[in-house]
């Protein structure tokens, strides 16, 4: 009775880790496709046009095909580097309309470029290592990210609805420094929920951007940085916080001299006030 049970153990695990396969497949396919679909639905332009701008995403069907025709020996890695070069890909559609090199000044759209580069090679050895060396297999979870996703999105929109109206509770204070902190503020509360239900990393790495983008223009790259790579140490459940604080003033400090005078870019450090 017992060896049969130990018999059954193997493949059941097996059964679990292939249908983690599929499922993650299946995403990278949709993932793939929606680019181009959403190219077509909303752009502008010709045939041609609409399928080139919405291209960025079709590499992300490799990952989707690896995840069926390659054992998963390290999920963990996989799936992480596929995030990378996912995040890699929707920054280089993000920055597409932007100039680039002029010579050998940097343009608008030279710093986002090669960032986004970086993260896709990065992300592409991450994702090789997880197909290539040993690794523990991936934690059951109840994974619910899109419904997360999209309760942010909602969580959000009233915020932006009502911007002028919010924007004018404190007296002598800008009104979008409120509105970024407002919507910070609902960012940072929706993660501490969504943990109970998706992984920890994810939602923590994606509040921290979400964070970022919506308090550095009026709040400021000093502050927004901060406060974003604070919010991305809650990735791990063994953070550190005076070593989180150290590392997130330096990453500060390097951020606020690297844009406006390594890249010559138009951030403003500090809020309006």
Known sequence: MSEGSEASAPRSHEAVE??????????????????????????KGDVGELLRTGAYSLPMALFGIAALVLPLRNPKDFFGGALLVGLGLFALWACSDLPGMRGFAFGPGTAPRMFAYCMIVVGVGVALMGLFTDGPPEEPFAFSGPMGGAVVVVALIPITYYSS?????????????????????????????????APRGPVFITAATLIFAVT???????????VSLVVSAYATDEI??????????????????????????????WPRF
């Open 18 to 43: 292939a249908s983690v396969a599929q499922r993650a497949a299946a995403v990278f396919f949709a993932v793939s496709v929606a680019g181009p679909v959403l190219g077509m639905l909303f752009g």
């Open 165 to 197: 109206r919010l924007g004018r509770l404190i007296p002598g204070v800008a009104p979008d420094i409120i509105v970024a902190a407002l919507g910070a503020a609902v960012v940072l509360a929706l993660a501490f929920l969504m943990i109970r239900f």
């Open 216 to 226: 550095v223009r009026p709040i400021g790259l000093v502050i927004a940085s901060f």
């Open 240 to 269: 550190r916080w005076v070593e989180t604080l150290i590392w997130a003033a330096v990453l500060t400090l390097f951020c606020s001299l690297l844009f406006p005078w390594g890249l010559n870019l138009p951030l403003q450090l």
